[in-house]
């Protein structure tokens, strides 16, 4: 069975910090994905990044940074001098095994940036 | 727009009462997924077309629900004789199959959601 934690339930910060929001995952495969999803208040889940198990490799895009770690089943997101369009509920997912089509969700971090 | 849309976005009704939510992938998206989302929780996996094939149910899925894709377009979710506990938002998603992939890496386009509400 697949599982996705993220520890964080609520995280509030002032524009221009910096914050990390914590993803921890467990699954048996050894092929597998791992997805951020950001979702506005307008509801509609916004695909950010995806990062198969067999790439460790870091990625940055824009102000947005990911840090894959298989050693401690991590997958932790950064977001570097954070904006209050920011605000969002931020959702780690995993999807694996012969089920890759589907994804299993941590139960979000809702990140508050105030101005 | 050619997004993912869902229809209604809103549905109020009362216990016991049918409901029949509507979703348009992406036209050119052969997968689509509905998930259930509650309050301060993750979505979770309903079921999964691929065409007009349902090829996976979750648990989650009782006997009260139904989803078709008659045509592998559009497809409809519906609720029969509705309890409080269906209250959620019911997220819609599709995504294409890539060229040499047997199956998709996940990367969903979702809809804005139908929330209803169970009175």
């Known amino acids: 069975a697949q599982k996705v934690t993220q520890a964080q339930t609520e995280i509030s910060v002032v524009e221009k910090e910096d914050v990390t929001l914590d993803c921890v995952y467990e699954?048996?495969?050894?092929?597998?994905?791992l997805f951020w999803y950001k979702q506005p208040p307008s509801g509609e889940l916004v695909f950010l990044i995806r990062?198969?198990?067999?790439?460790?490799q870091n990625e940055i895009s824009g102000r947005y940074s990911w840090n894959f770690q298989k050693s401690t089943s991590s997958f932790n997101f950064t977001i570097t001098a954070s904006q209050v369009v920011d605000s969002a509920v931020y959702f780690c997912?995993?999807?694996?095994?012969?089920?890759?089509?589907?994804?299993?969700f941590g139960k979000g971090t809702l990140l508050t940036v105030n101005p | 727009d050619t997004g993912v849309s869902q229809d209604p976005r809103h549905k109020i009704t009362k216990r016991g009462q049918n409901v029949t939510f509507r979703c348009d992938p992406i036209?050119?998206?052969?997968?689509l997924y509905w998930y259930r989302q509650t309050l301060g929780q993750g979505p979770e996996f309903l079921t999964y077309?691929?065409?007009?094939?349902?090829?996976?149910k979750s648990r989650l899925l009782s006997d009260r629900f139904s989803a078709e894709r008659p045509k592998g377009s559009f497809s409809t979710l519906e609720i029969q004789r509705t309890e409080q506990g269906d209250s959620a938002m019911y997220l819609c998603?599709?995504?294409?199959?890539?060229?040499?992939?047997?199956?998709?890496?996940?990367?969903?386009?979702f809809g804005e959601g139908s929330r209803l509400t169970v009175l």
């Open positions: 998603a599709s995504s294409p199959q890539l060229p040499g992939q047997g199956a998709s890496t996940g990367e969903l386009f």
């Open positions: 699954t048996r495969d050894t092929t597998y994905y």
């Open positions: 997912a995993l999807s694996a095994g012969g089920s890759n089509y589907k994804l299993t």
């Open positions: 077309f691929q065409n007009e094939a349902q090829l996976e």
């Open positions: 036209s050119e998206h052969n997968r």
């Open positions: 990062r198969n198990s067999f790439d460790e």
